[in-house]
Nanobody, 120 residues
Framework: QVQLVESGGGLVQAGGSLRLSCAASGSIFSINSMGWYRRAPMKQRDLVARITSTGSTNYADSVKGRFTISRDNAKNTVYLQMNSLKPEDTAVYYC??????????????WGQGTQVTVSS
């Protein structure tokens, strides 16, 4: 059983900052890439940022220069530092991880989501 547990969402004023965390636990052999996605009201879930096991990153154009993704492999945890937040960043943020349960079995896991609300 593998779980992703997110924390760090909340309400913040425009221009403020929040840091999201997502910890993976359970029967994990190794973790490939990890990432954050978000779903705004009435919209589809979109990529925010991803990071590979070796630290390579990619970001959605809308968050480049404002958000930073990082990970602690020893803790199986991924972070999203969000600065200069805008009202359009308001969404439910989901953590995702590609997890190897053993040498041959890779599965995709999602967290339960955490609400981020940015007021103007």
């Amino acid at each position: 059983q593998v779980q992703l547990v997110e924390s760090g969402g909340g309400l913040v004023q425009a221009g403020g900052s929040l840091r999201l965390s997502c910890a993976a636990s359970g029967s994990i052999f190794s973790i490939n890439s990890m990432g954050w996605y978000r779903r705004a009201p009435m919209k589809q879930r979109d990529l925010v940022a991803r990071i590979t096991s070796t630290g390579s990153t990619n970001y959605a154009d809308s968050v480049k220069g404002r958000f930073t993704i990082s990970r602690d492999n020893a803790k199986n945890t991924v972070y999203l530092q969000m600065n200069s937040l805008k009202p359009e960043d308001t969404a439910v943020y989901y953590c995702n991880a590609e997890i190897y349960l053993n040498l041959m079995t890779k599965r995709d896991y999602w967290g339960q989501g955490t609400q981020v609300t940015v007021s103007s």
